[in-house]
């Protein structure tokens, strides 16, 4: 069996989260193995310290989008390339399936190189470049999917683990900025999306933040990512009871923070998936993306979804769908006590 792989998962925050288990089973089954992962560099830090992992290998490709002709780009390509080559890989599994991540793949020169068949690939012509294709359940969810590559691989059981770095530094940063605005007990609110169609609007957001802190006394922090100041000024404008807090963190401060959280709302984000792959109780908000495919994992999680407003569609608009538009403020103040409830809180 093979023992030195490559594992192509470039982004985002989800889906990453969403492939650790996979690995973790390829690291169960060939526990003596050469476990590497390529990954854009924005999101290396999520697999600091992983011990499923032997080595991270972080790229920039949205730098070399911006030059893609001068001649630095080329020779930093080269450089990542010629230096997967050396390895000698026995087996690359591409768990992106796009045309990027499989010419990694290809370009890694593995002798095998699996991925899925093209119906479950986002571009399908991403499967050209496989030596064996692999068709996940159907109707399964991204982990379940990502499983199936691995048994393809060889891993002979499910281990569904999410070891996510959690660095004493990173929690002292957290520690101070929560004891700087008095923080003790709070919930965490991410109002972003990546895409409008998957963002429910901002004034339910400051509802709800109003109605729990009401009910529990706790204070609300609110989570966005470069581009969403405004809706963080918008949120803060309409957030009252008790007075919200916002303040910019690493990858490794928001997982320290979403790890203090009581509780995180939020629709299909990176937040959303980390606070659930953490055990943090969790509601999250469903739109265009099917929560039977791309839900938050685990026990400690409540969707809401209702699917009869709109067609499940992963294209990317700049709207609310009529779906994320049905989830009422009551509905996600229900759902909140009920995961808190279940949860112990």
């Keep these: 069996m093979s023992e030195r792989f490559l594992i192509v998962r470039m982004g985002s925050m989800g889906d990453i989260v969403h492939a650790l288990p996979a690995v973790a089973s390829l690291r169960a089954a060939f526990p003596r193995a050469r476990l590497d ?15 499923d992992l032997t080595n991270v290998i972080p ?21 990542v ?12 599994l591409d768990f992106q399936g796009l045309y990027k991540s499989a010419l990694f793949a290809r370009l890694s020169g593995a002798r095998e190189r699996l991925g899925f068949t093209k119906e479950f690939l986002k571009e399908s012509g991403a499967a050209r470049f496989y030596t064996r294709r692999v068709a996940p359940p159907a109707n399964s969810h991204v ?17 569904v683990r999410f070891p996510l770095p959690a660095r004493a530094e990173d929690a002292a940063a ?6 700087k605005n008095q923080v003790r ?14 963002c429910w609007p901002v004034e339910r957001y400051a509802m709800v933040h109003n109605e729990l802190a009401r009910r529990r006394g706790w204070r609300g922090v609110v989570n966005a990512g470069p581009g969403e100041e405004q ?29 203090r959280a009581r509780l995180v709302i939020s629709g299909d984000t990176g937040p959303l998936h980390l606070a659930a792959a953490l055990g943090t109780p969790v509601v999250g908000l469903y739109g265009p993306t099917d929560p039977a495919r791309n ?28 779906a994320m538009l049905a989830i009422t403020v009551e509905e996600v103040l229900a759902a909140a006590e009920r995961v808190l409830e279940t949860s112990g809180g």
């Design 37 to 51: 992962w390529l990954v854009e560099a924005r999101w290396a830090e999520l697999l600091d310290g992983n011990p």
């Design 59 to 79: 790229v920039d490709t949205y730098a070399w989008r911006g030059s893609l002709f001068h001649p630095a780009t080329w020779g930093s390509a080269a450089l």
């Design 81 to 92: 390339v010629r230096g997967l080559r050396g390895i000698g890989y026995d087996l690359a």
């Design 143 to 159: 982990i379940e999917m990502n499983l199936a590559l691995a048994r393809a691989a060889g891993a002979q059981e499910s281990v």
């Design 174 to 179: 957290v520690e101070e900025e929560l004891k």
């Design 185 to 198: 007990e709070f919930f965490v609110l991410s109002p972003g999306g990546g895409w409008g169609s998957k």
């Design 231 to 259: 809706l963080v000024s918008q949120f803060l404008a309409q957030a009252r009871v008790t007075r919200p807090v916002h303040f910019p963190t690493t990858l490794g401060q928001l997982l320290a923070l979403l790890r």
């Design 295 to 322: 839900g938050p994992h685990g026990p400690r999680a409540v969707v809401l979804h209702h699917r009869e407003q709109a067609r499940i569609t992963y294209k990317h608009e700049d709207k609310p769908s009529p």
